[in-house]
């Protein structure tokens, strides 16, 4: 089981500068070291001014070749608001194409569960490797990227699976849970005092938050502020 560590900050402007920090000093060590940098990235409203500041500071930086990857996706054009990649291009406008390459999870296919297939084949070619970080939020009902409490986690040995949220019904792609643990760091970004005790409590629970705790093979960063 993961060990849990909590980096509590004031407000999340600070909670962002202290992510885009260690973000970087990763970056810096995969260039030293000339090995690939890749990323999976929650989507939503919650990260993006994270996501802002990195876009700044990767300015600096000419050569760092990054992958990127939602580590889930609606099935919209990215020109839609709900697009978790039309998200990432909107938020890092500055380095996109040159310091860093959008991994898509999405195709032409009318539906993800046509897709899952040639996705899980494009994510095994991209990006072969472990991911450098997976970068996760955690919704108050204890569900992480689009997986969801009481639904699959995984379809079969692909890299994702097609998912349905339970509320809206609306189609979407996640990458798995197995893919999602395939990775050197987890940092987990959370909000306010509901979620936190969702996760201080996933352990007691059948939830995917309490899944990836139980199955991880690294420690979780927890960036959390009220």
């Known amino acids: 089981m993961a060990t849990l560590h909590f980096n509590n900050y004031t407000d999340f402007a600070e909670l962002s500068e202290a992510l885009v920090a260690q973000w970087l000093l990763t970056i810096d060590e995969a260039i030293a070291k000339r090995l690939p940098s890749s990323f999976a990235l929650a989507g939503g409203s919650t990260p993006a001014p994270v996501y802002r500041q990195l876009d700044q500071s ?27 990649e039309g998200l990432f291009k909107q938020c890092l406008p500055l380095t996109y194409g040159k310091q860093w390459k959008l991994i898509s999870l999405k195709n032409a296919a009318r539906s993800p569960e046509v897709a899952i ?12 490797s472990k991911f450098s970080a997976v970068l996760l939020g955690m919704g108050a009902d204890g569900h992480i990227a689009s997986l969801f409490p009481g639904a699959p986690t995984q379809h079969d040995d692909l890299n994702c699976l097609a998912a349905v949220h339970p509320q809206t019904r609306q189609s979407r792609i996640s990458l798995s849970l197995p893919r999602l643990l395939q990775t050197e760091r987890i940092w987990l970004v959370i909000t306010g005092a509901e979620k936190r005790k969702v996760l201080e409590a996933a352990n007691e629970s059948d939830l995917p ?10 420690n979780i960063e927890v960036f959390w502020c009220p």
């Open 58 to 84: 990767l300015r600096s930086r000419d050569t760092c070749h990054i992958k990127l990857i939602a580590t889930d996706e609606r099935w919209v054009d990215d020109s839609d608001a709900q697009s978790n």
């Open 117 to 128: 297939e040639a996705i899980s084949d494009r994510l095994s070619q991209q990006i072969s």
């Open 209 to 218: 938050i309490a899944a990836l705790l139980r199955e991880a093979r690294c």
